[in-house]
Structure formats: C-alpha cells, structure tokens
C-alpha cells in the first residue's frame, strides 16, 4: 500500500479519506474472529494430543486385562476339576 493520497482524475491530490465506522467495526470483528479461530486451533491440537493419549492408556489397559484374563484361564486349566465346579458354584456361575 503506498503512502500518497489518491489523485482524482483532474490531476489534484485528494484529502486522505476519512475511514468508515462501518469499514472499521468489520474490520475489528474479523481482527476478533481471526484470533479465536487461532485460539480454537490451538485447543484443537491440545484435545487431540488428549485424545491420542488416553487412546494409548486404553489399548494399554486392554492389552494388560487380555493378559490378566489369560493368567486366570491358565490357572484355572492347571485345578482339579471338581475343583472348578466348587469354585463355579460358590461364585453362581452356571455351566
């Protein structure tokens, strides 16, 4: 943008242009909606930074319960088997 005023088509300067209420107000809401999109972008990322955590922290905690669940099936495998019918109607578990 230069630094002259504007030239009417005569050749004379113009007086530098008053700027508009109007103009200035959208001008100033857009300046205010730039920077809360930049600021939701930023929350975005965060969220999503959460969001991947966590996801890890569950298939984690998923892993280690298929692992535990393994554990108690072998366990279970080595009782005798009166053993296990006992254990199964003690707990109400029908077979």
């Known amino acids: 943008m230069s630094n002259h005023n504007p030239i009417d088509p005569s050749g004379v300067?113009?007086?530098?242009?008053?700027?508009?209420?109007?103009i200035e107000r959208v001008i100033e809401r857009v300046e205010l909606l730039l920077l809360r999109y930049a600021e939701l972008q930023?929350?975005?990322?965060?969220?999503?930074?959460?969001?991947s955590i966590l996801a890890h922290e569950r298939d984690s905690l998923k892993s280690r319960l298929s692992a535990a669940r393994s554990r108690v099936d072998a366990l279970l495998e080595r009782l005798p088997e009166n053993a296990v019918a006992t254990l199964q109607t003690s707990a109400g578990v029908d077979s």
């Not at 300067?13 to 109007?22: I, Q, S």
């Open 13 to 22: 300067p113009l007086p530098p242009a008053l700027p508009d209420p109007v």
């Open 42 to 51: 930023r929350t975005n990322a965060l969220l999503n930074e959460q969001v």
